[in-house]
């Protein structure tokens, strides 16, 4: 059963435009979460984190929002440009036991930022 | 430069055979990962370690052995008994107890 889910597969935005990227959780022993972007062939790219006790961080043109009740976080780009044009994963990590530091993924967002 | 570095790129694997992904950090990271990726899923967890000499199975550790001998080194074995192994491998490390993981370049595996 998933843990970590990423419902939509892809997304098509216009560059200058917001593109939000969407995640949800269901073990609520979720302590930290985490983007990521990859690129085809390609390792994934940390971009973004936010632990539990924040409901928002910023970094430049990406900033994540957490809802806890809702076990739902989000991942807001703006303005989106065509190089943002990747596959984005959720990750989530557990505080628990030996699984400490673990990450579980998504199944990725295909964005496309169309110019 | 400090980074992961995975080779080969590219891996074939004939049946029946073994074969040996290789996994190098300069980043002094205590823990290392290896994860599975398959077209259009997110990555699986096959094997981690987080000290020398000690790891433990993932999700998908069937089929797969490693071994950690020195902190920078964490290979992956892709024995005969993987009747699936046709997959992108990524390695990655962090520091320990934390969470941020840094990945490498992957290495993709066919089966000839």
């Known amino acids: 059963d998933q843990q970590v889910k990423q419902n939509s597969p892809s997304l098509s935005v216009q560059e200058g435009r917001i593109s939000i990227l969407n995640c949800d959780y269901t073990?609520?022993?979720?302590?930290?979460f985490l983007w990521y972007k990859k690129y085809p062939a390609e390792g994934p790219t940390f971009l973004i984190s936010?632990?539990?006790?924040?409901d928002k961080n910023e970094d430049g043109r990406f900033t994540v929002f957490l809802n806890k009740s809702a076990k739902h976080l989000s991942l807001h780009i703006v303005p989106s440009q065509p190089g943002d044009s990747a596959v984005y994963f959720c990750?989530?990590?557990?505080?628990?036991?030996?699984?400490?530091?673990?990450?579980?993924f998504g199944k990725g967002t295909k964005l496309s930022v169309k110019p | 430069d400090g980074g992961i570095t995975q080779s080969p790129k590219y891996l074939f694997r004939k049946e029946g055979q073994n074969v040996t992904l290789s996994c190098e950090q300069n980043l002094n990271h205590d823990a290392m990962y290896w994860y599975r990726q398959d077209p259009g899923q997110g990555l699986r967890l096959i094997y981690y370690?987080?000290?020398?000499?000690?790891?433990q199975k993932g999700d998908i550790a069937e089929g797969y052995s490693v071994s950690r001998e020195k902190k920078e080194s964490f290979p992956l074995t892709v024995t005969s008994a993987q009747k699936n192994p046709t997959a992108f491998y990524l390695c990655?490390?962090?520091?320990?107890?934390?969470?941020?993981?840094?990945f490498g370049a992957g290495t993709r595996l066919s089966v000839l």
């Open positions: 073990n609520s022993m979720f302590d930290y």
């Open positions: 936010i632990s539990s006790i924040k």
């Open positions: 990655a490390s962090s520091i320990l107890a934390k969470n941020i993981q840094y």
């Open positions: 370690s987080q000290i020398v000499n000690d790891f």
């Open positions: 990750a989530a990590s557990p505080n628990y036991g030996g699984s400490q530091g673990n990450l579980i």
